[in-house]
């Protein structure tokens, strides 16, 4: 017995205390390296990466277990290269993010079986949140939907993710947490931008370019005005611009705030590469939000410094788009504000004129996964199965009805509206300048829904619940705040209670 007591005494020191940062964990290295380069030589690339998945995954959940905010950063991670890993061949990514949210949902469970607590998720935007994903599984009862597989894929995009808010709801116990997300959500962001700088001024990686002409129609959304846009490590210029754009005008507004100089400076660098590396994507909706961003940020700060920034802002913009040009990528950003002469515009608007009568007269609409690729999968003999949605909303409208589109305008509102609220509200600067960017983020995003389906799309839908979980969770870190609402509280109390005294001594 005391020989096994010395042995897992030297294997806690060694790994535990000393954190394998010892010849045991040097050996252990290099045995795992070796052992995964046979396995790879025995048994093929991909047998062999999935050997290392499968090493690594065991201590990863644990982890994640332990910890659900390396959950959310590994979710984050899955968001920004899903894209990229289909670029490869066929992989289960999207399974597997799905899987790593129900586990860590489930890891949240049975933490609140030990200690329940759910002052996390008492917000009216959990309320919203639930009656959106009620509705959503209601749906599989439409008599419209000609496919229940097509409800299965679509819900898994609309709903079940949306189950990360709770998550992050708990995950997001201090202030530290909520910083550390975001800083790693920036972090993955300038990431995608220098690699997209990377494609402009070196070029396609021969991998890339094979995958670009493989299939006509991506070649020709992609290489237009006689050059090959940028789209990073994602599928398509628009993805990658839009994220681009909402996320350099949050780094802007943390960069004007109460942050350290040399944070604020970080924080404009990255805003100027993101912007730069928008611009070379070449899609019309994320320079639209760039001016669109100012423009709210100004109305929600109303400060005469802000507003003399964003005139001159606003004034070599309008100059800009005013010079001529033979500059393709000039060309590209100048056309985003003429949409009188953008053909796919005008094929946009015809489409929607045409689709009103039926949403108008279907509450419940056709059934979801009954447009796009699910429905010419799914339900290919369906006339809708062909109709380009070409926006978020028309895409709830259609599939869910005129009912699911209310619903879904108004969850929208009230994270809008929570966020506002919250930004007056608190005391604290850092918390305040937070909730400034995490509405303007909320707000582009609400826009860009108006051209295209944006909040479903990886990696925005992850950082979309994120910042919704973060806007219910900052005002608990202002101590000031916090003692303003228990002041207010005790004042109302002691008003009803004074007004039930008169009542019941004029009885």
């Given at each position: 017995m005391s020989q096994m007591a010395s042995i897992s005494e030297w294997v806690r020191t060694k790994v535990v205390v000393e954190k394998l940062n010892n010849p045991l964990g040097f050996f252990l290295i290099i045995g795992c390296t070796a052992f995964i380069g046979l396995a790879i030589g025995v048994l093929g690339l991909k047998l062999g990466v999935l050997l290392f998945a499968g090493i690594v995954s065991i201590p990863l959940m644990i982890w994640m277990f332990v910890n659900e905010q390396v959950g959310l950063a590994v979710c984050l991670v899955i968001g920004f290269l899903i894209q990229l890993s289909y670029k490869f061949g066929d992989y289960p990514v999207g399974t597997l993010l799905d899987g790593l949210t129900m586990f860590l949902v489930v890891a949240v469970l049975m933490k609140q079986i030990q200690k329940p607590d759910w002052s996390f998720a008492k917000s009216p935007i959990s309320v919203y949140i639930l009656a959106w994903m009620a509705y959503s599984f209601i749906q599989v009862l439409n008599p419209m939907a000609q496919s229940i597989?097509?409800?299965?894929?679509?819900?898994?995009?609309?709903?079940?993710?949306?189950?990360?808010?709770?998550?992050?709801?708990?995950?997001?116990?201090?202030?530290?947490?909520?910083?550390?997300?975001?800083?790693f959500t920036i972090a993955l962001t300038l990431g995608a931008a220098l690699y997209g700088?990377?494609?402009?001024?070196?070029?396609?990686?021969?991998?890339?370019?094979?995958?670009?002409?493989?299939?006509?129609?991506?070649?020709?959304?992609?290489?237009?005005?006689?050059?090959?846009?940028?789209?990073?490590?994602?599928?398509?210029?628009?993805?990658?611009?839009?994220?681009?754009?909402?996320?350099?005008?949050?780094?802007?507004?943390?960069?004007?705030?109460?942050?350290?100089?040399?944070?604020?400076?970080?924080?404009?660098?990255?805003?100027?590469?993101?912007?730069?590396?928008?611009?070379?994507?070449?899609?019309?909706?994320?320079?639209?939000?760039?001016?669109?961003?100012?423009?709210?940020?100004?109305?929600?700060?109303?400060?005469?410094?802000?507003?003399?920034?964003?005139?001159?802002?606003?004034?070599?913009?309008?100059?800009?788009?005013?010079?001529?040009?033979?500059?393709?990528?000039?060309?590209?950003?100048?056309?985003?504000?003429?949409?009188?002469?953008d053909a796919s515009f005008e094929v946009r608007e015809k489409s929607q004129e045409m689709i009103k009568p039926f949403i108008q007269s279907h509450p419940f609409g056709a059934g979801m996964g009954t447009t796009g690729i699910w429905g010419r999968r799914f339900s290919p003999n369906h006339w809708l199965a062909d109709f380009p949605p070409d926006s978020g909303y028309v895409r709830v409208a259609v599939e869910m009805g005129w009912i699911g589109l209310i619903l879904y305008m108004a969850l929208l509102f009230k994270i809008q509206q929570q966020g506002v609220y919250y930004y007056v509200r608190v005391k604290n600067p850092e918390i305040k300048t937070l909730y400034l960017g995490l509405n303007v983020i909320v707000f582009l995003l609400i826009v860009a829904s108006f051209p295209q389906e944006i909040i479903i799309l990886l990696p925005t839908s992850i950082i979309f619940?994120?910042?919704?979980?973060?806007?219910?969770?900052?005002?608990?870190?202002?101590?000031?705040?916090?003692?303003?609402?228990?002041?207010?509280?005790?004042?109302?109390?002691?008003?009803?209670?004074?007004?039930?005294?008169?009542?019941?001594?004029?009885?």
């Open positions: 597989l097509a409800w299965v894929y679509t819900v898994r995009s609309m709903t079940l993710l949306i189950l990360l808010y709770f998550v992050c709801c708990y995950a997001f116990n201090s202030l530290d947490r909520i910083k550390w997300i975001l800083k700088l990377k494609q402009e001024w070196l070029g396609l990686a021969d991998w890339e370019r094979a995958w670009l002409y493989a299939d006509p129609l991506r070649a020709e959304l992609i290489v237009q005005w006689g050059r090959e846009r940028v789209f990073s490590i994602f599928s398509d210029p628009t993805t990658f611009g839009i994220l681009m754009a909402y996320m350099a005008v949050f780094c802007i507004v943390l960069g004007l705030g109460a942050f350290k100089t040399w944070q604020r400076g970080v924080l404009i660098a990255s805003a100027c590469a993101m912007i730069l590396s928008m611009a070379y994507g070449g899609s019309r909706t994320p320079v639209v939000l760039i001016p669109a961003g100012f423009v709210f940020y100004v109305i929600l700060t109303l400060q005469t410094r802000v507003m003399l920034i964003t005139a001159v802002f606003f004034m070599f913009g309008t100059a800009a788009m005013m010079k001529g040009t033979s500059n393709p990528v000039m060309l590209r950003i100048q056309s985003a504000f003429n949409p009188s002469e619940y994120i910042t919704a979980a973060a806007i219910v969770r900052l005002k608990d870190f202002d101590p000031a705040f916090n003692e303003e609402i228990a002041t207010e509280l005790e004042v109302q109390t002691a008003q009803t209670i004074s007004e039930e005294t008169e009542l019941s001594t004029a009885d």
